[in-house]
């Protein structure tokens, strides 16, 4: 078996950032990034994408490009974890030892939630801006619709990006009031959530544009079936009793996001909790009965945002408490929960929502957070994809400094050097 001193599973946005972190503090360091997929997506972008302000290209590099200098890309897929044992497991059954782990796979869209929908996806006026290759037609057939009805749903939290089902419905709503069809559709936004936004101090401007569009909210209205062909979704309608009944809806317009959970090879590991996210504690990032384990990004159970804005706060703080872990002591930096959703209410104008571990806000400016601003537009459009590429995957931390606790004493022995 090949041996490194870090390995991380997955190389998305988590993945490269943390690698960047930790050769930023020590560039000698072995680490294997094991990640299967050719291209690397800036999924932020997409919402972009579906409101025909960013082409698709975009948002897509070569992973090649985005995997940190100096790591060593293991092109293939995790399928198991032998924490005891400190290997993973290869899907060709080979198996990789580390003497630390880093734990970052995302999360896995589940199409096959709802009923249905996976047949229709990219036709029938059905799509996601979820999907890569689905954002452009989203972009397509809000062109198209001049009259009916248009629903955009959001599944049970959490989801990647909670603000994305809501940020697609205003961005196409403001597109139909400048063509002056938006008084010939019928808007109606379906939740299985009870709240507009989990941040309360956000809910009153994101009302303003409900109201200025027109749109229906649905609470506890939850998407279980569609039949593209007959454009016709069936919802899960729960009351406040807790009763729930099926309520069916006609559509020409449906923007659906899929439920949304650990992948299933995280969600049978033992490195799993009962929800099947990965274990770790809120603060440090490691795995409290592994101690050898951290995680970050979307698969992780911490209760933050699940965002890109996320990983460029956790990423330097697994990156010290790894490197102190190698050393022999325990893990110093803590993650606030810090995560960011740039709510595009409008083209042009963005609701800058950040916030903490218990929807403390964190704003980045001086400035009044729930204001919709022009600046914050420019931010997301102009800025966001440089920051992420070119600062985050790059290990460059803009404004990313964690807190440090007191030194703490390591509950586990340190993992013994690689003997190469
Ligand atoms: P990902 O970036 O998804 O990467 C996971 C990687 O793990 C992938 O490359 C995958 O191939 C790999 N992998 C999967 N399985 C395996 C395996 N078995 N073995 C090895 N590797 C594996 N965030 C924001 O901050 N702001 C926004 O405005 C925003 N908007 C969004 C809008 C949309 C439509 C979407 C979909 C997301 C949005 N996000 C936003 C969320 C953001 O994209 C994610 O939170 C972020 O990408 C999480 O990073 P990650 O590395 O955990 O997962």
Redesign the pocket.
């Known amino acids: 078996t090949q041996r490194y001193d870090v390995v991380v599973?997955?190389?998305?946005?988590?993945?490269c950032a943390v690698t960047a972190s930790l050769f930023k503090r020590n560039p000698e360091l072995r680490i294997a990034v094991?990640?299967?997929?050719e291209q690397?997506?800036y999924?932020?972008g997409?919402?972009l994408v579906g409101a025909g302000v960013f082409d698709r290209a975009r948002t897509e590099r070569p992973m090649a490009r985005c995997i940190p200098h100096g790591a060593h890309w293991i092109h293939a897929?995790?399928?198991g974890f032998e924490p005891e044992q400190q290997r993973v497991v290869l899907e060709d059954g080979n198996r990789i030892s580390y003497r630390a782990l880093v734990v970052?796979?995302?999360?896995s869209l589940h199409w096959d939630g709802i009923e249905g929908l996976r047949e229709t996806l990219g036709k029938n006026g059905v799509t996601s801006?979820?999907q890569f290759e689905l954002a452009p037609y989203t972009w397509q057939q809000v062109q198209n619709l001049r009259e009916g009805r248009a629903l955009f749903t959001q599944p049970a939290m959490p989801i990647?990006?909670a603000g994305?089902p809501q940020k697609a419905m205003y961005l196409s709503c403001d597109w139909w009031l400048k063509q002056a069809v938006l008084a010939q559709i019928d808007v109606e936004f379906c939740s299985a959530g009870a709240v507009l936004f989990g941040v309360a101090a956000f809910v009153p401007p994101l009302m303003q544009y409900v109201e200025r569009y027109g749109a229906q909210l649905n609470f506890n209205t939850d998407l279980i079936a569609v039949d593209g062909h007959a454009r016709r979704a069936w919802f899960r309608q729960t009351d406040a009793n807790g009763e729930s009944r099926t309520i069916e809806k006609t559509f020409d317009f449906l923007h659906a996001v899929p439920p949304q959970r650990a992948?299933e090879?995280i969600r049978q590991s033992p490195l799993a909790g009962a929800d099947g996210w990965l274990e770790a504690d809120h603060e440090t990032l490691r795995h409290p009965r592994f101690g050898n384990v951290f995680s970050?990004?979307?698969?992780c159970a911490a209760p933050n945002a699940?965002?890109?804005?996320?990983?460029r706060k956790q990423a330097p703080v697994v990156a010290e408490n790894v490197l102190a872990l190698l050393a022999g002591r325990g893990p110093q930096a803590i993650y606030d929960g810090y995560g960011?959703?740039?709510l595009t209410v409008e083209r042009g104008k963005v609701v800058l929502a950040e916030f903490g571990y218990g929807g403390k806000l964190l704003p980045t400016f001086p400035l009044d957070p729930t204001v919709p601003r022009r600046l914050a537009w420019d931010l997301?459009v102009k800025m966001m994809p440089g920051i992420y590429f070119d600062l985050m995957l790059r290990g460059r931390e803009w404004l990313a400094e964690p807190r440090h606790l007191p030194h703490q004493p390591l509950a586990v022995e340190a993992p013994a050097a690689c003997d190469f």
């Not at 970050?296 to 698969?299: A, C, P, R």
């Open positions: 599973v997955g190389g998305g946005a988590a993945g094991i990640e299967p997929r690397h997506y999924q932020p997409w919402t897929a995790v399928a970052c796979p995302g999360l801006n979820y990647k990006c994305a992948p090879f970050l990004g979307d698969v699940k965002t890109a804005a996320a990983v960011s959703c740039p997301k």
